[in-house]
DNA sequence: TTCATCAGTTAACAAATGATTAAAAAGGGG
DNA sequence: CCCCTTTTTAATCATTTGTTAACTGATGAA
């Protein structure tokens, strides 16, 4: 599944360009010539990044940033601004503005990929990695192993999961149900104390001696992953 | 609350001006001038965001930006490269390991500022709604958890609830009934005396020493929170 | 001022709620 | 069919909760 690269440009020959080079990084891209019309799209399509010319008809490169900033729903999509002068006004303005990025025309293709590569790993929640850390456990997801303290520990499939499920957002307390639904499946319906079954596997699992227990409970609330 | 910015620089001269225009911004700034050390460093105090030269002694800014980016509790630590040389290709090796933006010396502090500004207002999405303060107290609505003066303290649900309801709502006083159809659930039929209680014990657990109470009692009324 | 009354505080306790645990039953590949 | 994992069940353990009743302090009338 591929990102989304929205472009924001008038310059018919900029956007034929861009479009070439991001297709051929394998980026699904769609764009717009008019700042309003921009604006719109980029509300009804929601894409994951947005390359936009600082000057645009209708609605400027700057008020279209304001407005997305503005707006909890997009806020979150990282904007690279292309600014044809490299007046350094003109870049502090743009950060300003909210933009995350700018580069300034004429622009190395190369490095333009690179920061969109660079934004979009930071806006993409999973890290997407196939060995993750946490304190002193391990966790390599192609060859499924699991370690603390660099000692090897083996864990049932569904240990191993929900585990895996934990690392992606340590600290962070999960519902029996939540749990359930994301380390099971939506569609799977077992009792919600099977979860506490697995908990305690998964408990007695990763604890050796003399650390403290990495799995918290919270009474009525669920399970976190702690440090 | 300021942020706390971490340089790892071996160069004197730049990290005495870095640091000069970083507390002039209103950061908190700490370095380290090697590798091994920073890392060392970084780990213990957990900045929110890290200027990195890209040579270092003992460990290289790339190998610590790998190190950091594979551990999920410091992944999310924004990491600004600086790079001596002006390569291109120096440049994408940096986004590679991980890095979240470069610079190359040497750099108009204006434009750093910005690119800081840029990063730590990116990675500062802590959803709003989801840690509330209210003078010294801090709730964490996602890790369930209350601060007091940044020591934790351990609340019931019940009295977690309360107090996350309080808060919603600073100094406004609110009745036992109020209390009860928000706190416990509008079909569910207790004694009013048991607001009371739980007051009651809310005000134990939040008051630690020389802090006045935060739960004001309005006779005949009920209760609010204050400063 | 004194006393009666009213409203809030506090401690103690029993009931209920929720988590842990062990063990048995049920599945599901090989 | 056997072995391993998962799920259910049920007993036990721990914490939280609501209730009660005694206590404290404020308020205001005599």
């Known amino acids: 599944m591929s990102a989304h690269v929205f472009i924001a440009e008038d310059e018919a020959s900029i956007v034929a360009l861009l479009k070439y080079n991001l297709e051929k990084e394998g980026y699904k891209v769609s764009h717009s010539e008019n700042g309003e019309d921009a604006l719109k799209q980029i509300k009804l399509k929601q894409p994951d990044l947005i390359l936009m ?10 008020e279209i940033c304001k407005n997305l900033k503005k707006n909890n729903k997009f806020n979150d999509i990282p904007v690279i601004m292309l600014t044809a002068k490299g007046e350094e006004e003109d870049k502090l303005k743009a950060f300003d503005t909210g933009a ?22 930071r806006s993409k929640p999973q890290s997407s990695s196939d060995i993750v850390e946490f304190t002193d456990l391990k966790i390599d997801r192609i060859t499924k192993r699991v370690y603390r303290k660099d000692k090897e520990i083996t864990l049932g499939p569904t240990e191993f999961k929900l585990l895996d499920f934990f690392i992606k957002n340590p600290k962070r307390v999960y519902s029996r149900e939540q749990l359930l639904n994301n380390v099971w499946g939506e569609d799977i319906y077992v009792e919600s104390r099977t979860v506490d079954v697995h908990i305690r596997r998964l ?25």
């Open 53 to 62: 010319d600082w000057m645009l008809p209708e609605l400027s490169g700057v």
């Open 100 to 121: 995350d990025d700018y580069v300034t025309k004429p622009f190395s293709q190369k490095e333009l990929n690179a920061r969109i590569k660079s934004l979009l790993r």
């Open 203 to 227: 408990r007695q699992a990763i604890n050796i001696q003399n650390t403290k227990p990495l799995i918290r409970t919270v009474r009525s609330a669920g399970y976190s992953l702690e440090s």
